[in-house]
């Protein structure tokens, strides 16, 4: 079984496929998408319940109802019950989604970053571009208004836009500025005031020889920083831009530069809970 959690829930099993929608309510989906933020640990029935009914009016007999909607799950998931037992676990006050039998696209793309970590740079380019391949859209962007998915879903984002930070700079560096301007203008769009973003965008613009844009998206730098943040662009905006001045290449510039220019790599810390550990940036 397959589960999507970047843009809307789907749940793929062979030929079959289930939405959001498809899942018996609004509550018995929900409960299924806390246990896989869970990512394979207990969740309390006290927890199901807070982000169920964050306003108070829970049913009376909350265990019972929970028990209830796990139930349809299963019977809506599954067309095999004994798997269906393996997989939505029941405890003592708790339940548990095994990730045994179920591959889940967070797993993956927090497996391809862990792997880029520790690779070499045309390695890192191709598990970093497999990841955001795989993030395709908001963490459970239906949900868009629960409150208990907004965490989970800054840190994903902020993991999206390392990773796009990343493979514009290592492209960069390789030489080739169509992919890095690309992958910056999507880290742009996730992170709009992303001031290595700009940069980043800058250079590929500047290698590709489009200087009057390079000085647009100069300018905007700098008046989205000071209008919406009240803050000028750092001394390394600038240095870029003196070299950009200078027409010195983009790999010439990232070759030589310190602190948040100089490469860096996306670090996430395995087998945590995405809710329990900060974002890699």
């Given amino acids: 079984m397959d589960i999507t959690m970047f843009g809307p829930l789907v749940v793929r099993d062979g ?3 289930l939405g959001p929608s498809d899942l018996g309510g609004v509550k018995p989906r929900q409960v299924l998408e806390l246990l896989l933020l869970a990512r394979g640990h207990l969740v309390c029935t006290d927890t199901i319940a807070d982000a169920l009914w964050p306003e ?13 909607y796990v139930c ?3 019977q809506r ?18 339940y548990l989604l095994s990730l045994a039998e ?3 696209d ?3 793309f927090d497996d391809l970053l862990m792997r880029a970590e520790r690779a070499p740079r045309p390695e890192r380019t191709r598990l970093l571009s497999a990841a955001v391949a795989l993030s395709t859209g908001e963490l ?9 998915v907004q965490q989970d879903r800054l840190i994903y984002s902020q993991r999206t836009t390392r990773a796009h930070l990343c493979l514009a700079r290592d492209w960069l560096l390789e030489g080739e500025p169509s992919p890095a301007l690309r992958h910056a203008e999507l880290a742009l769009g996730l992170s709009p005031y992303s001031e290595e973003a700009f940069r980043l965008l800058m250079l590929a613009n500047h290698d590709l020889g489009y200087h009057d844009i390079v000085r647009r998206v100069l300018a905007t730098c700098r008046s989205t920083l000071g209008k919406e943040l009240g803050v000028a662009c750092s001394p390394e905006t600038e240095a870029v831009v003196r070299a950009i001045e200078a027409r010195v290449p983009a790999r010439q510039i990232l070759a030589g530069a310190q602190g948040p220019v100089a490469a860096q790599r996306p670090r996430v810390r395995a087998h945590l809970p995405a ?3 900060p974002a890699f940036a």
Avoid: K
Wanted: glycine letters at 8%; aromatic letters at 6%.
């Fill in 15 to 17: 030929d079959r496929q």
């Fill in 56 to 68: 108070g009016g829970e049913p009376r007999n909350v265990v019972a109802t929970l028990n209830t």
């Fill in 72 to 74: 349809v799950l299963r």
């Fill in 77 to 94: 998931m599954f067309c095999d019950r004994d798997q269906s037992r393996r997989v939505i676990v029941t405890g003592q006050g708790a």
């Fill in 102 to 104: 179920v591959r889940v």
């Fill in 106 to 108: 967070l797993d993956q």
């Fill in 140 to 148: 459970l962007e239906h949900a868009r208004y629960d409150e208990w």
């Fill in 275 to 277: 809710a329990l550990e």
